[in-house]
DNA sequence: TTAATCCTGAGTAATTTACTCGGCATTTAT
DNA sequence: ATAAATGCCGAGTAAATTACTCAGGATTAA
């Protein structure tokens, strides 16, 4: 149940990027220098969080990137989707992969309720707090009941 | 935010021992067919259990392994921590490793604060789901609000 | 034209995971 | 006493994943 360096460096990205936003661009290079992350490494992972539209590039000398949308509008799980796929504990939970063939006992089922279950809390614990909850320092209470 | 085989594989294990509870020791070897799960695999998981006296052993013919509580008593935290350790995201969460250092950072605190709140949101989640409420295919609904 | 940036694909080193293997120790039944 | 079924243990290994590095091209502003 750990996060990869990726997630946890670029949560950290992205912050930064919140704490600078409407600045213009700024450049992996100043990132890289400010959170002490290696820049050839946050390359990589600037390059999934653009795929996945939640940041803008810009080229050449002054260029740099900017969130794609105000900090607010930017949670955490974007971010960990972005960079680490689906948030899920256990495979069999997404999509069609064939290990539904274990899924057939009694048992299993027993077990992938709890899976589920955790997928779920993460997942709705995550999409609540956005950058903008971040920089503020505090996150909404929240009730969580299903 | 993946879940080891090693923790899937234990829990069914353990839930397996709870629906035979009573029963007498429950030989690896019928787990693992059951299951469909390595035993020898199994065996390194068994040890892991046992040593957090989570399970008891009985060696020899008619030999196996019980449950060492009644099933409301083990939580399916208590199962994962005892195959992974600690539950997580993040390393700089648990003790004192030396990376304290990246810590001094103004920001790193305000994502130390989310892998906290998750932490102890899985951790809850998880400390409150027994391999009872497993057997029953109901867990109590809560409200977490930390 | 230059320098700073982004962009891309490939490659690699380290770590972790998911096991296997060999053999000994214990217990019960015969 | 012996055999058979089990647990127990430490080491070893193969595969996968992670965490990067590297080389070089494309773009843009000064």
Redesign the interface.
Known sequence: ???SAKG?YG??AM??LA?NYRSGPIPLSKIAL???ISQQFLEQIFAALRREGLIYSARGIKGGYTLAYPPEKIC?GDI?RAL?GP?????CLSEGKEEAD?CT?A??C??R???E??RD??NY??DN?SLQD??E?K?D?????K
Chains 1, 2 share one sequence.
Not at 141 to 145: G, K, L
């Open positions: 149940m750990r996060l946890e949560v950290r912050v930064y704490l400010g959170e002490n955490v960990i680490e948030i899920t504990p256990v495979n274990r006992r048992d299993i027993l077990t309720n709890v899976w279950r955790l809390h993460i614990l995550l707090i971040m920089i320092g996150f209470e929240f009730i969580v009941n």
